[in-house]
């Protein structure tokens, strides 16, 4: 029994990213000073959960077979509408409400593209990631919009000793975990990502399936946009530049499969944890930032090619 336990766990898509998190955890505990530090450590859960939030979101998205690449435009896109609204408003309610709001309607309309339009879906939300920059910059052009600190609560405080961000990111896990595993919707895009003419052939509408997963992007956008304006204090037109990178390599690293069907909800927490010690340990090592991109999009590939390479192995070994 404990055997098949463990080989159930080996094949787990997140299982090789999560030993190689810890395997790199060791390494860099041992020749970074300061990495292992609770301080240290606290805080690059607390940065990674903008990551995180949106991750898990975009995993249901390529789980189901599809890509957006729009999601750093958005979260800024959001993060404006925050930060606006929080300017001509009172209280935190309406702010969060609006932010939500846009981001559920931009992602209404990815999926609309896609699934209506029949739009390929990179080319679909490469257009909106441009379209919402060029948004973004028009409207921000005039400088810095600041953060009132009292509107910054969602990025910066705390609920019993844990920040608000990991906070959020918990629930966000959580919600979607139990919908991945427990209910029709997890079914629904699991099957649709592994084969959509099998999943139309059994009564699944798939192109609802992949609307609703461009939606919950959207609202995961809206929701990490209150994040990252309370977390940064200020909002320029080019907030989020390549966000986008940094999410899609938190779900591929994190071991969903970027031709969907293969992944957990694990995937991209494990996944954004990674991406966060990786630009955590250059920062400590005092590495130029103008290496991140050349990592992140060198790691994407090889969590690529890993992932193609293991599971033809799996479908040899079955």
Known sequence: MKVLWLDRAIKRPEAPPLAF??????????????????ANLLSIVSQVSVVGIVSLALNQVILAGEID??????????????????????????PLLASVAVGACIGLLNGAI???GRVPSIVATLGMLLALRGVVLLLGANGILLVPSAARLFGLSTVLGVPVPIVFLILVFAGLDIANRHTEWGRDVFAVGSNRRA????????????????????LGCGLAGTVFAGQI????????TGFELQAIAAVVLGGTSIT????????PVIGA???????????????????EQLVLGSLILA????DAVRFRALRRAS
Do not use: W, Y
């Not at 204090?233 to 989020?240: C, D, H, K, L, V």
């Open 303 to 306: 969590a690529i090619s890993i």
């Open 233 to 240: 204090g200020e909002i320029q037109a080019t907030a989020a």
């Open 21 to 38: 998190l810890m395997i790199m955890a060791i390494l860099l505990g041992l020749t970074t000073p300061g990495f292992l530090a609770g």
């Open 114 to 116: 896609v699934t209506v």
């Open 273 to 291: 944890v990674l991406v966060g010690v990786i630009l955590n340990a250059l920062t400590l090592n005092s590495v130029p930032g103008t290496f």
């Open 69 to 94: 690449v729009s999601v750093g435009s958005l979260l800024a896109a959001c993060a404006f509408t925050f930060a606006t609204m929080a300017h001509v408003t009172s209280g935190l309610l309406l």
């Open 199 to 218: 999943a139309d052939a059994v009564g699944l509408r798939a192109g609802f399936v992949k609307f609703r997963c461009f939606v919950a992007v959207g």
């Open 260 to 267: 969907g069907g293969r992944g957990s909800t694990f995937a």
